[in-house]
Nanobody, 127 residues
Framework: QVQLVESGGGLVQAGGSLRLSCATS????????MGWFRQNLGKEREFVAAISRNGGITSLSESVEGRFTISRDNAKNTVYLQMNSLKPEDTATYYC????????????????????WGQGTQVTVSS
């Protein structure tokens, strides 16, 4: 059974930091391309960050570039999203996603391409 379980969300003041984690099971983690997306009420889910299978290549959306970092620990089957200098507009439910594929681009930024999703973790940034 494939599971992606996010954790680390919460309430933080603007300018603060949070680190989200996404622990996976049921898949060979080192073969997974991973991503983070977020969705706020009434809005479409949007791309935040993506990372290649070995962690050597990452991609970040323009809205979080310079503030967020995506990383992974293949020994722990976990991908992380370090969020610094948080802003109220970062408030959303954050989802991790996984795609098991060995070909194609090293990172995947398209929501529809991912096969597996976590249940989400809420991040609320107060002003």
């Amino acid at each position: 059974q494939v599971q992606l379980v996010e954790s680390g969300g919460g309430l933080v003041q603007a300018g603060g930091s949070l680190r989200l984690s996404c622990a996976t099971s049921g898949l060979t983690f080192s073969r997974l391309k991973m991503g983070w997306f977020r969705q706020n009420l009434g809005k479409e889910r949007e791309f935040v960050a993506a990372i290649s299978r070995n962690g050597g290549i990452t991609s970040l959306s323009e809205s979080v570039e310079g503030r967020f970092t995506i990383s992974r620990d293949n020994a722990k089957n976990t991908v992380y999203l370090q969020m610094n200098s948080l802003k109220p507009e970062d408030t959303a439910t954050y989802y991790c996603a996984a795609k098991s594929v060995s070909f194609g681009p090293s990172v995947i930024i398209t929501e529809a391409t991912y096969d597996y999703w976590g249940q989400g973790t809420q991040v609320t940034v107060s002003s």
